[in-house]
């Protein structure tokens, strides 16, 4: 494998590159970065994880004509999570030159804001399909100046049904355009996207380095109706710290984290009835402690950035092997060792065997009796949310927040968990038993010499 060295980039990006902690780069970097850089347009097949992001995101800063303050490179992505993760990511590499601006542009958000950003230029856009529509209908986006458009879990987008979405994108791009597309597999639909939109790729095929993930798998045959009761038994066996529990609709997301949530545990749902607002706290408040599941149906839960997570729940069964494969896949990351159950009714059992036979024949069912004896023994989370009504566009930074928490508030440093800033709002975690001390210190308090609701959620 070479060095960043090795490959054709700038001083100031090998150096950046280095303080980033970037050491070597991985397959699909050291494959990509040389034809994408040369202007060659790229389809690479390789799994969440193996640095994808830098393999687009070098060439594209690279390639950037600073001075022009234009849109000279799009990247699409399925959900507004990925887009927010890609955009950060984009930052840092970017701070290789200077005066580089990255607007993110996805749904569920007020445009307005979006169509002011936009009025000032940007040179790099990160956005979801739907958004990005909008936003060229609208005119107050130009691809005039577009020298590459990237495609990033390009197959997740298809089968979120943004096809002729990104055909009409791709329709309002320059013909001479570069394009680079990302994907986990290679459907006909990604094929017919490459064939029509690309000129000779480079072929890029990441085969999956890491060691099989560390799984062990239960399977319970449940009576109809007792999905709720059999995931709270689940729940009291292992106690997870965090758990996602797959459903198939929203309604059933929103009854199972209510009985849930009835019985002494702490769960949210998130599906795509949601408010943006809402689904932006629900997984900020996920990822730092403040609840202990996340009840979720497949679509809310594409492209979601979650670590550490020790325990995985089908609600009912997927309906193929590659959606089971894909939630179980979820836990067991890292080298860390995972679980995962599937709840099968009667009338569900068709699913599993499916599955039995994909895998061999392999499948061991558990004592659904022995598991719904137990007592219930609800774990609580260790952290609480405050919600602060400003954000980045108020000037906001972490480090506020934490000084004005540990100086005035007295908190100690390790009271206070991760924080997480938005536009127009943030949210910090803080120990359970010091959250109701640290809303108090913050309503009568300022933050930046100014005063903010805030209130716990």
Request: hydrophobic fraction near 40%.
């Amino acid at each position: 494998m070479p060095s960043f060295n090795e490959l054709p980039l700038s001083r100031p990006m090998l150096r950046n590159l280095s303080q980033l902690g970037y050491d070597q780069p991985t397959q699909v970097q050291s494959e990509t970065i040389p034809s994408a850089m040369a202007g060659k347009d790229v389809i690479a097949m390789a799994k969440t994880g193996s640095g994808k992001t830098a393999a687009f995101g070098v060439p594209l800063v690279e390639g950037l004509n600073a001075k022009h303050f234009a849109c000279q490179g799009l990247v699409l992505c399925p959900t507004r999570e990925l887009a927010d993760q890609v955009a950060k990511s984009l930052r840092q590499i970017a701070r290789a030159k200077q005066n580089v601006k990255v607007l993110t542009l996805c749904g569920g958000v007020a445009i307005g804001p979006q169509i002011g950003s936009l009025s000032h230029g940007a040179h790099l856009i990160v956005g979801t399909p739907g958004r990005i529509q909008d936003h060229l209908r609208k005119g107050t986006l130009s691809l005039e100046h577009l020298k590459t458009v990237v495609l990033d879990e390009a197959d997740r987008m298809l089968d979120m049904g943004f096809r002729e979405v990104i055909t009409d994108i791709f329709e309002q791009t320059p013909d001479a355009r570069q394009t680079l597309m990302f994907s986990a597999t290679w459907p006909q639909g990604i094929r017919e996207l490459s064939a029509c939109y690309q000129r000779e790729p480079v072929d890029v095929r990441v085969e999956g380095e890491a060691s099989a993930p560390d799984i062990e798998e239960h399977f319970y045959r449940i009576a109809p109706g007792e999905q709720g009761q059999a995931l709270m038994a689940v729940l009291s066996r292992w106690r997870p710290s965090s758990c996602i529990a797959f459903c198939t609709t929203k309604q059933q997301c929103d009854d199972i984290a209510e009985e849930l949530n009835v019985n002494g545990f702490s769960a949210l749902a998130i599906h795509g009835d949601l408010e943006q607002r809402d689904r932006d706290a629900a997984l900020v408040r996920f990822a730092n402690g403040s609840i202990n599941v996340l009840v979720a149906t497949d679509v809310a839960a594409r492209g979601l950035d979650i670590k550490a997570l020790p325990l995985v729940v089908n609600v009912e069964p997927a309906r193929d092997g590659e959606v089971h494969t894909h939630r179980v896949g979820r836990t067991g990351r890292a080298g860390e060792s995972g679980h995962a159950v599937t709840l099968c009714t009667p009338s569900q059992e068709h699913r599993v065997e499916r599955l039995d036979r994909h895998c061999g024949g392999t499948l061991v069912w558990g004592d659904v009796g022995r598991l719904l004896s137990a007592p219930l023994a609800p774990v609580v989370p260790v952290m609480a949310t405050l919600c602060i009504s400003g954000g980045r566009k108020d000037k906001i930074r972490p480090g506020d927040l934490l000084g004005a928490l540990t100086g005035e508030a007295g908190l100690p440093g390790k009271a206070i968990g991760k924080i997480d800033l938005f536009d127009f709002q943030s949210f910090v975690a803080v120990e359970q038993g010091l959250a109701g001390k640290a809303l108090k210190a913050l309503e009568r308090g300022k933050i930046k010499g100014r005063k903010f609701r805030v209130r716990l959620v």
